[in-house]
């Protein structure tokens, strides 16, 4: 059999197109791509290049230029050059924090119902292993939680909406926790399903983080957001950061990455410590 007759196209990503494309998705996300990252937008642009039928990254380019602002292509545009590495229980000490710390001193704020935001949800594990260890913590409680998982990609916020993982995933969720998956069976043998008992509490919606304003004021008690920022120049870190604020509740408290910091920026949120910062001066917890 002749492979050739299954070979794709070549198809080499022009400085041009690569400089549209840059612009457009710093646009429309607020991701801001070096030059360095060529090869991984021609990579990721290429399977929708291919699948459109079209014979060059330029006519691509021509195809978005003729759509209008609202047009379903330019999701899918967004789709293929977000970046969506996620785990489970993905940096451990912010869950200690968590128990340890925050939770203990919102109890005595005397509220019901802790509100939570996990602002860069992607396919899910971030606000599940989040779920998990609230719905722990408040077991034998008389308190509630609700979290609100947001992405701009709407292809993985329909996969997190699911709750369904292979069942190797559980080798990284801690023990403690594997009560709130059901386990499939027969067909369903290999893959996990998250217990309804945190399942029901989490939202899974789209939203832009570079949106001019939010739609919440002093709603959130607890913001996760990590491992966003480091794709936004500072001017976007610095408006997201205060968009944040004004979405969180009095004494709440922001979490990023690791690899992140607001030190050098202007902001409102005070420091408590290495990617955890706080709405307020007073650093009771």
């Known amino acids: 059999m002749n492979r050739a007759i299954f070979a794709q196209p070549e198809l080499t990503l022009s400085k041009d197109d690569f400089l549209f494309f840059k612009e457009e998705i710093k646009k429309r996300s607020g991701i801001n791509l070096s ?3 060529t090869n991984l937008v021609q990579s990721r642009l290429r399977s929708r290049v291919v699948q459109l039928g079209l014979s060059s990254f330029q006519e691509y380019r021509q195809c978005l230029q ?15 050059l977000t970046t969506n590495k996620t785990e489970w229980f993905r940096e451990e000490m912010h869950f200690h924090f968590l128990v340890n710390h925050f939770l203990p001193r919102w109890e005595k704020s005397g509220k019901a119902h802790l509100n939570v935001w996990c602002g860069a949800s992607s396919t899910g ?20 939680f609700s979290i609100l998982a947001t992405d701009i990609d709407t292809t993985v916020l329909q996969f997190g909406s699911n709750g369904i993982y292979p069942k190797v995933d559980l080798e990284k969720i801690p ?6 998956l059901d386990r499939g069976t027969a067909d369903i043998i290999d893959w996990l399903r998250i217990n309804h008992k945190v399942k029901n509490k989490i939202t899974f919606e789209k939203f832009n983080l570079t949106s001019e304003e939010y739609p919440w004021t002093g709603q959130f008690d607890l913001i996760f957001l990590r491992n966003v920022l480091i794709y936004f120049d500072e001017h ?50």
């Open 35 to 37: 030059q360095l990252k």
């Open 66 to 80: 003729r759509m209008q602002a609202n047009d379903h292509e330019w999701q899918l545009f967004i789709n293929q």
């Open 125 to 144: 594990e971030e606000p599940y292993s989040l779920g998990m260890v609230l719905q722990q913590y408040f077991q034998a409680k008389p308190l509630s």
């Open 175 to 180: 023990s403690p926790y594997h009560s709130y």
């Open 236 to 285: 976007m870190v610095r408006h997201v950061s205060e968009q944040c604020f004004k979405a969180a509740a009095p004494e709440a408290a922001l979490f990023i990455a690791h690899s992140e910091s607001l030190q050098n920026l202007k902001t409102s949120w005070s420091f408590r410590e290495p990617s955890v910062y706080k709405k307020g001066k007073a650093l009771h917890w």
